[in-house]
T-cell receptor, first 116, second 112 residues
Framework: GAVVSQHPSRVICKSGTSVKIECRSLDFQATTMFWYRQFPKKSLMLMATSNEGSKATYEQGVEKDKFLINHASLTLSTLTVTSAHPEDSSFYIC????????????FGPGTRLTVT | EDQVTQSPEALRLQEGESSSLNCSYTVSGLRGLFWYRQDPGKGPEFLFTLYSAGEEKEKERLKATLTKKESFLHITAPKPEDSATYLCAVPSGGPEGQNFVFGPGTRLSVLP
């Protein structure tokens, strides 16, 4: 149980375009989903917290207009990187918190974004 | 401010050579200490949650323990497939414990 999927696993896009990453909880309902960014050989950096039906809460220094987050249902959150630049290239990971659970977060497999 | 540190940063072991990884935390009101394993290019995989000092949990060659200030992940007779980065985290961010504060991780390499 507690499986989280992400799509796509890898994406290459051109500078200036937008790309959408989906995060789904497959076998449970998640009132809260989290989006992280990870640089090579570094730990996870929280970008934003996404609550179903409300606006996402962004961490300091994360541009909300650049990283658009939508949490449309209890099983789906999306991250859209708008007007992507090469410096947005990174590994993006989502996680979902089980509704009614004890703070556990279950992570997706990650999405490797490369902006050329 | 809640903080998590991990040591060592990297650890190389021979197959069968047991060792321990350390996770030290400073948090106002512990609501669990979480251990994850992360393989390169993958998302973190949940291993354990510990909630109170003295608690221990085991899974195959791994055993996690918790004190009031730190947690240890003991690896007994490791195999090459145990090679990964091990992350610990604590819930933070108000009464809901919304966010995780992650440690920097320990990169474990087990050589055959």
């Amino acid at each position: 149980g507690a499986v989280v999927s992400q799509h796509p696993s890898r994406v290459i896009c051109k500078s200036g375009t937008s790309v959408k990453i989906e995060c789904r909880s497959l076998d449970f309902q998640a009132t809260t989903m989290f989006w992280y960014r990870q640089f090579p050989k570094k730990s996870l950096m929280l970008m934003a917290t996404s609550n179903e039906g409300s606006k996402a809460t962004y961490e300091q220094g994360v541009e909300k207009d650049k990283f658009l987050i939508n949490h449309a249902s209890l099983t789906l959150s999306t991250l859209t990187v708008t007007s992507a630049h090469p410096e947005d290239s990174s590994f993006y990971i989502c996680s979902a918190r089980v509704w009614g659970g004890n703070y556990e977060q279950y992570f997706g497999p990650g999405t490797r974004l490369t902006v050329t | 401010e809640d903080q998590v540190t991990q040591s060592p940063e990297a650890l190389r072991l021979q197959e069968g050579e047991s060792s321990s990884l350390n996770c030290s935390y400073t948090v106002s009101g512990l609501r669990g200490l979480f251990w994850y394993r992360q393989d390169p290019g993958k998302g973190p995989e949940f291993l354990f949650t510990l909630y109170s000092a003295g608690e221990e949990k085991e899974k195959e060659r791994l055993k996690a323990t918790l004190t009031k200030k730190e947690s240890f992940l003991h690896i007994t007779a490791p195999k090459p497939e145990d090679s990964a980065t091990y992350l610990c985290a604590v819930p933070s961010g108000g009464p809901e414990g919304q966010n995780f504060v992650f440690g920097p991780g320990t990169r474990l390499s087990v050589l055959p």
